[in-house]
């Protein structure tokens, strides 16, 4: 009887069939919606233009009806509300058993998360509890036309080299993406969609973790994600000291500072300030490269950003390759001679 059983859920499972639409995992923290959520909208709209399906948001927590708005404001055609108090704070085994109940119910052919601390926690765990893949840290993904299947393209190899994921076998195909990397949502005021309350099998003694107090650390003195000029520094600064030209140039613009990671591991500037794979990605309308060489794992985090100005005295730094405008020079020249333009 049990192989009997086995068979028919395997069969289910391969049912590919049976999957539909496009889920983004709404991130909420204290009851506000993180901005990767309005991210992963954004890009999941142009999957279901794509792909010819529903695009979906799935909140977990109570007293959220706030969020829900947003998420249809921000073109969620429908909200699968999983509406739980025990919910309201994150928790791995909360969140994954309740969302991998809802995608049970419901199957989801594709779903998107944040690749915050959350979403990275999440992902894994929700993929083994619905018996399925999952391609972490994406930086683009795409409808193969032929397929209909998702490509889930991320660096790997140290950032050397790309790598494009495909799910063939097994749905839902899952991704955590890049906070920073997509396009937001646009906002409409005033859409609406179809609100759909979830229950869930989800029981107190299934919630091994308790959230006991939530101590909120001192706000970073720096956005990176949200500064709309940066102004960033490398090895080329030669020292801690040249962040104050590059703090000036920054004021001109309204920006903010940022370094390459040698310049944060040489001691110049706090990792909070970091540009890069293993840093921010960051998406700013100006982004100013100083004394930087354009290293591909540097590049993977700026490279979407709208003007780059790169200021290197070596002609040929791969920088050069990405950058709008491009200063062969030495940035204590170039900078005071910027300021001075300016008047500053
Ligand atoms: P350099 O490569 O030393 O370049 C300095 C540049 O300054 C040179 O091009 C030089 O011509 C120029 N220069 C020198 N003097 C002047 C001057 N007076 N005026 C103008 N230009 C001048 N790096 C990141 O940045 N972010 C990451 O997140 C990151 N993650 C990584 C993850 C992994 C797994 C690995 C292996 C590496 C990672 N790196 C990262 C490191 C990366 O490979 C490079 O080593 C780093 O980006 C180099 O920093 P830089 O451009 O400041 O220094």
């Known amino acids: 009887f049990d192989a009997i059983v086995k068979d028919e859920i395997e069969k289910e499972e391969n049912d590919l069939t049976l999957y539909h639409d496009i889920w983004v995992f709404a991130e909420q923290r204290q009851g506000q919606l993180q901005d990767v959520a309005l991210e992963l909208l954004g890009e999941g709209k142009k999957l279901v233009n794509a792909r010819g399906c529903d695009l979906c948001a799935v909140v977990c927590g109570s007293n959220l009806s706030h969020i829900v708005d947003e998420l249809f404001a921000h073109g969620a055609q429908k909200v699968y509300y999983i509406e739980d108090d025990r919910l ?40 083994v509890n619905c018996n399925t893949g999952l391609t972490a840290d994406c930086t683009k993904l795409e409808i193969n036309e032929e397929t209909k299947g998702i ?7 140290g950032g050397n080299l790309m790598a494009t994921i495909v799910c063939p076998n097994h749905r839902p195909q899952m991704s955590t993406v890049r906070p920073g990397v ?8 005033g859409s609406k969609g179809e609100l759909i309350k979830v229950q869930t099998k989800l029981k107190d003694e299934d919630i091994r973790t308790k959230v006991l107090e939530v101590i909120k650390t001192v706000k970073e003195k720096v956005s990176l994600t949200d500064a709309k000029v940066i102004v960033s520094g490398g090895m080329g600064l030669g020292n801690a000291e040249g962040f104050k030209l590059l703090e000036k140039l920054a004021k001109a613009f ?35 490269a100083c004394g930087i060489s354009g290293a591909i794992q540097h590049a993977a985090g700026m490279q979407n950003s709208g003007l780059i100005i790169a200021i290197n005295t070596n002609e040929n730094a791969p920088i050069f390759d990405i950058a709008d405008i491009g200063i062969t020079g030495d940035l204590y020249k170039v900078i005071p001679e910027i300021l001075d333009e300016m008047n500053l």
């Not at 809802?102 to 915050?116: F, R």
């Open 88 to 127: 309201n704070q994150y928790t791995t085994d909360g969140y994954s058993i309740a969302i991998g109940d809802a995608i049970e119910q419901y199957k989801p052919e594709i779903v998107l998360l944040g690749a915050t601390h959350i979403g990275r926690d999440l992902g894994p765990c929700l993929a």
């Open 151 to 157: 490509m889930q393209t991320r660096p790997a190899f």
């Open 182 to 189: 997509m396009e937001r949502a646009e906002r409409v005021e």
């Open 254 to 288: 309204g920006g903010t500072v940022a370094a390459s990671r040698a310049a944060v591991d040489a001691g110049w500037i706090d990792h909070a300030y970091q540009v890069g794979q293993t840093g921010t990605t960051v998406k700013p309308n100006i982004y100013f």
